[in-house]
């Protein structure tokens, strides 16, 4: 069942990077939203990383998206939202009603904080589904989803924002 599920995702991955257009670098100064992939041993960190983010990136939207695989149903808040077992149907992909929801609103910046390695393709899986114009992950990810992928040292999710607003500083030309 494993493999079933591995090629339908790999499936989705493709048919995305298929269709992907060339990315657009938002304005660090102000990123009017922000979606936030983290995985759920991060959830003490959340609020933390809110209020970092909004503060770093000027941003009056953000939105955490936790990846819950222990527990089965999780209730959501305004700004952290639960992707748990339940969201996924029989061979690994999200339910219709899950895919309608999370590409209902725009992001332009959607930051992949996960590093659990058993769920990387379902965390993979699931960014293809965002609406988002620029996309960034930390680590091992597929690069060919992303328009950044940043490798640090730093082990704490708030300490990679903050790295990645340093880059996004450069890369724009802002100070």
């Given at each position: ?7 339908f995702?790999?499936r ?17 100064s ?14 003490p960190?959340?609020i933390y ?12 939207n ?11 149903n999780?209730k ?17 992909l ?25 769920s ?5 899986y ?10 960034v ?14 490798d ?24």
């Open positions: 069942m494993k493999k079933v599920v591995i090629f995702r790999n989705a991955i493709n048919a995305f990077t298929k269709k992907r257009k060339a990315c657009v670098l938002p304005d660090v102000r990123c009017p939203s922000v979606a936030v992939l983290i995985d759920e041993g991060e959830l960190n959340s990383l809110y209020e970092e983010i909004r503060r770093l990136f000027a941003t009056g953000c939105t955490i998206y936790v990846v819950n695989t222990l527990m089965e999780k959501n808040y305004d700004n952290i939202r639960f992707i748990t077992k339940k969201s996924f149907g029989f061979f690994g999200l339910k219709a009603s899950d895919i309608a929801s999370l590409s209902s609103v725009h992001y332009d910046m959607l930051l992949n904080l996960t590093t659990d390695e058993e990387l393709l379902a965390d993979d699931v960014m293809t589904v965002f609406d988002a114009s620029f996309r992950s930390f680590g091992k990810s597929l690069g060919k989803l992303y328009d950044l992928v940043l640090t040292k730093r082990e704490s999710i708030v300490d990679k924002v903050s790295v990645l607003c340093k880059y996004m500083t450069m890369l724009t030309g802002r100070r």
